[in-house]
């Protein structure tokens, strides 16, 4: 009995183990798994969403918020999606000029 104890406990560490390197390799998340990756409460998250403060994927065909992984990444650390945007237009026009 204490063999199954033990074992049945291995199983379930490794079981979530798993269940974490399953989720770092996720692209795209809900608003529950936004939950678990940030810290953030979802009532925080739907009051972010509803100000419009937290960087969402757009798609009209789809009625549930979704988040891109790598957006997030980037609104926690302070940077948004524009301003690395305007950073690698502005390096690409620096780049063409050196050519000239």
């Known amino acids: 009995m204490e063999n199954e104890t033990i074992l049945s406990k291995k199983v379930l560490s490794e079981?979530?183990?798993?269940?974490?390197?399953?989720?770092?390799?996720?692209?795209?998340?809900?608003?529950?798994?936004?939950a678990q990756y940030t810290g953030l409460s979802?009532?925080?998250?739907?009051?972010?969403?509803?100000?419009k403060l937290?960087?969402?994927?757009?798609?009209?065909n789809i009625r549930q918020k979704f988040f891109y992984k790598k957006d997030i990444d980037l609104w926690l650390m302070g940077t948004s999606k524009e301003?690395?945007?305007l950073e690698d237009e502005f390096n690409?026009?620096?780049?063409?000029?050196?050519?000239?």
């Open 92 to 100: 690409k026009m620096l780049s063409e000029n050196r050519k000239k």
């Open 42 to 51: 979802k009532s925080k998250i739907y009051k972010l969403l509803s100000q």
């Open 15 to 34: 079981l979530r183990q798993i269940k974490n390197l399953l989720f770092e390799n996720k692209t795209v998340l809900n608003v529950e798994e936004l």
């Open 83 to 85: 301003e690395l945007e």
């Open 54 to 60: 937290i960087p969402t994927g757009n798609n009209a």
